[in-house]
């Protein structure tokens, strides 16, 4: 059983589009990252949201904490060619040494 | 900046082999973890350590062990390969136990079990 479910889980769209991937669980973390993984590679931290309610920005990505930090979301404006990847959220807890990821978004960004 | 490195980019064994998948991190981190990748599952933890010699289970820990006996260097070990554990093996290092800290990622492992 996931904890952590993500979706779309895959998503393709032309250059330009703004898409949105939703990161959802049942259970409240006192932290979640967002982590994007390309091809060959393993994932790279892209931010950590710690307050509920909180919104980060990140050049065209937007990233949002829910009020109750049980989920998550990413909004990418005026998507291009280099954001293509596999997207991951994961959710930490203060007790523990745990990560839990989320099932993951590939993203697809067309030219 | 971090480096995590692991010892195979590509494996192919055959069903019951035992199989080692290395790893090693070169920022003095106290934490590494192991994890297993596969299609529409994320990231599943298999194990993971936060000092020398000490070691936790993850989620998925049936079918494998792991070893750290220096602070770098953390291996995780497939006692008798089955196709069942053919995946992509990621290892990360991570400075403490809080969480806010970031997980630094080695390349991944593309281990098939024929």
């Known amino acids: 059983t996931q904890l952590l479910e993500q979706s779309p889980q895959f998503l393709s769209i032309q250059e330009g589009e703004n898409l949105t991937v939703y990161c959802n669980s049942s259970?409240?973390?006192?932290?979640l990252q967002w982590y994007r993984q390309e091809p060959g590679e393993g994932p790279v931290l892209l931010v950590t949201?710690?307050?509920?309610?909180e919104v980060k920005k990140l050049k065209r990505l937007t990233f949002q904490f829910g009020d109750a930090r049980k989920d998550s979301s990413l909004h990418i404006t005026a998507a291009q060619p280099g954001d293509t990847g596999l997207y991951l959220c994961a959710g930490g807890r203060n007790t523990g040494n745990q990560f839990y990821f989320g099932t993951g978004t590939s993203l697809t960004v067309i030219p | 900046d971090v480096k995590v490195t692991q010892s195979s980019r590509y494996l192919v064994k055959r069903t019951g082999e035992k199989v080692f998948l290395e790893c090693v991190q070169d920022m003095d981190h106290e934490n590494m973890f192991w994890y297993r990748q596969d299609p529409g599952l994320g990231l599943r933890l298999i194990y993971f350590?936060?000092?020398?010699?000490?070691?936790e289970k993850g989620d998925i820990p049936e079918g494998y062990s792991v070893s750290r006996e220096k602070k770098e260097r953390f291996s995780l070990i497939l006692e008798s390969a089955s196709t069942n554990q053919t995946s992509m093996y990621l290892c990360?290092?991570?400075?403490?136990?809080?969480?806010?800290?970031?997980?630094?990622f080695g390349p991944g492992t593309r281990l098939t079990v024929l």
């Open positions: 259970s409240v973390f006192s932290s």
């Open positions: 949201v710690v307050t509920g309610g």
């Open positions: 350590s936060y000092d020398v010699k000490m070691k």
């Open positions: 990360a290092s991570r400075e403490s136990g809080y969480s806010t800290d970031t997980q630094y």
